[in-house]
């Protein structure tokens, strides 16, 4: 007979490949528990950015991405899963519980190109080439992220200035704010052995140079030097509302686009230092057809895999997931 729900093993495969979802400073803020096939996705306020990010949206974004990643996961290995968000008013990080059944047909052929794709996804702070015409970026992107209550707008070249002017305001008022840039250098480049982003993963000083619409880390050593601007489309994802919920479903969106984005060949970096920062997030507003909160923005273009940034590191799966002994 079928099992009704996933054993331990699977649970533990799918959430190490979830928690291969892109975080905020590769913080990686979320908790997993599993009791008696019920899974629970909670934020982990420890690891919120106190000063990039006090509000907890880019906790809660990071989360949502880890929940799309997780039931991406699931899907390939044969569970469809019923997601109820935030299943407890009373307490804000109490993001998701997961349940499971069987679909009527087994895993498809895209959910494993997915699937694939959590492995191979990366952020890469390089500048692009423009998106190959021959690739096909899953042309129904927009479609894609309606499903969670999320706008996709594709950004013209028009609005690059903006943009880049976005970036400086950030960019300028966080010069000299001492907690943001303490942060920045604690969760980035330098190898921890768990999170944080690595040097290899951030963009050397001439690439960086190149994208005028990155957030500025400390200079990386990504690759060799690519001597052209950055030519990504930029990509923005707005909701109507601007609360938790909405944030989640941000996350879970950013992911989907990415990986689709990634199984379609393409390269991928999410930008939020123009969303987290109030000035600069009105300015990206004034950009969208309608009246939506931007959450993110994504670059997506070609780059070269061969030379491609290092894979960030993530915790252990003990460190994030706790499996409630059976009750017999
Ligand atoms: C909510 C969120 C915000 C992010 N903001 C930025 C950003 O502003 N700039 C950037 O280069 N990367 C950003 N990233 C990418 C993370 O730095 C990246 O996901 C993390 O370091 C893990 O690395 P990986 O994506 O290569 O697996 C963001 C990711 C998430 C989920």
Redesign the pocket.
């Known amino acids: 007979m079928e099992p009704t729900v996933p054993d331990d093993d699977l649970i533990r495969i799918a959430v190490e490949l979830a928690c291969?979802?892109?975080?905020?400073?590769?913080t990686q803020p979320w908790r997993l528990r599993y009791d008696c096939g019920v899974l629970d996705l909670c934020a982990d306020p420890g690891r919120r950015l106190a000063a990039t990010d006090p509000a907890g949206r880019?906790l809660v974004?990071?989360c949502g991405?880890a929940l799309h990643h997780l039931s991406t996961a699931l899907t390939a290995l044969g569970w469809l899963t019923d997601i109820r968000r935030h299943p407890d008013r009373a307490n804000p990080n109490y993001l998701a519980q997961i349940r499971f059944h069987h679909g009527t047909r087994g895993p498809q052929p895209h959910d494993f190109d997915l699937l694939t794709a959590i492995r191979l996804?990366?952020?890469d702070?390089r500048p692009f080439d423009p998106v190959d015409p021959n690739l096909p970026l899953a042309a129904s992107l927009k479609d894609l992220v309606r499903q969670y209550g999320v706008r996709l707008t594709i950004l013209p070249r028009s609005a690059r200035p903006t943009l880049a002017t976005a970036t400086e305001l950030t960019g300028a008022a966080r010069r000299f704010d001492t907690a943001y840039q303490s942060e920045l250098y604690w969760w980035a480049g330098h190898s921890l052995p768990e999170d944080g982003?690595p040097l290899e993963?951030l963009a050397t000083a001439d690439n960086q140079a190149q994208v005028d619409i990155?957030?500025r880390?400390p200079t990386g050593s990504d690759s060799s030097s690519i001597l052209h601007p950055d030519q990504a489309t930029v990509v923005v994802l707005s909701t109507n509302g601007d609360d938790r919920g909405a944030w989640l479903r941000a996350?879970e969106a950013?992911s989907h686009v990415l990986l689709e984005a990634t199984a379609t060949g393409h390269a991928t970096?999410?930008?939020?230092?123009m969303t987290e920062f109030a000035q600069s997030r009105s300015l990206i507003g004034s950009l969208l057809p309608d009246s939506g909160v931007p959450q993110?923005l994504i670059r997506i273009g070609s780059a070269n895999e061969k030379d491609s940034p290092r894979?960030?590191p993530r915790r252990p799966i003990e460190s994030v997931l706790t499996i409630a002994p059976r009750r017999s």
């Open positions: 291969r979802a892109p975080s905020v400073h590769n880019q974004v990071s991405a996804r990366y952020s702070r982003i993963a990155g957030r880390f996350g950013l970096c999410p930008l939020t230092h993110a894979q960030t």
